[in-house]
Every structure is written in structure tokens, then in C-alpha cells.
């Protein structure tokens, strides 16, 4: 199993940047890819991103490519998710998800809120 912590949220005003953070415990954090879901208000929970467990292989939903960065530390257990440009739209819970495969662990979330 793994435990996952996300921090790194707050209000920043469009056009801005935030860097969330994604701690996992564990040792094996290395073998799972980790993905970030966001859920806006009164909205399901949507994809966003996915790293691959080295770190060589990202995915991106189309609304935040060219915007979102992820990148990853297995030595620090620690996933970031840079994001530029900031819209209004992207005010959002986001969560961090490891996948080990067979099992999604999913973090409690940090809240992002984009002013206009």
C-alpha cells in the first residue's frame, strides 16, 4: 500500500502559477504510475494528468497541455504538478492517485481556486 499527501494549493489570480506536491510513503513508490484527477464545484471528478513510474511518460488532458507540467522524484517519493497560466476554470479539488496496476490509492486532495 501506499499513503499519498498533496499540498500546494491556495488562491492565485489567472494567469498565475501553482506547484502541487504529492508525498507518498512507502518504498516501492517507484514501480507506480501516478496520475492527477480535479473535481470543480458541483462537477465529477476528471482526469488530468499521468506520469509513468520512471517518470519518462506523461499524459495530459487536452485543457492542460501546454500549461501543466508533471514531473517526478522517486528518491523523495514526490510527485509535482507545475501548473501555468492559471484560468479561472481550473479552480478545482485536485487529487493524487498512485496505480500500482490492479489498485488506485488516492490522496485527500488540495484545493485550487483561480480568480478571473
Known amino acids: 500500500q501506499v499513503q499519498l499527501v498533496e499540498s500546494g494549493g491556495g488562491l492565485v489570480q489567472a494567469g498565475g502559477s501553482l506547484r502541487l506536491s504529492c508525498v507518498a510513503s512507502g518504498r516501492t513508490f517507484s514501480m507506480y504510475a501516478v496520475r492527477w484527477f480535479r473535481q470543480a464545484p458541483g462537477k465529477d471528478r476528471t482526469f488530468v494528468a499521468r506520469?509513468?513510474?520512471?517518470?519518462?511518460?506523461?499524459n495530459y488532458v487536452d485543457a492542460v497541455k501546454g500549461r501543466f507540467t508533471l514531473t517526478r522524484d522517486n528518491a523523495q517519493n514526490t510527485v509535482y504538478l507545475q501548473m501555468n497560466s492559471l484560468k479561472p476554470e481550473d479552480t478545482a479539488v485536485y487529487y493524487c492517485?498512485?496505480?500500482?496496476?490492479?489498485?488506485?490509492?488516492w490522496g485527500k486532495g488540495t484545493q485550487v481556486t483561480v480568480s478571473s
Open positions: 506520469i509513468s513510474a520512471s517518470g519518462l511518460i506523461t
Open positions: 492517485v498512485a496505480d500500482d496496476g490492479s489498485t488506485y490509492y
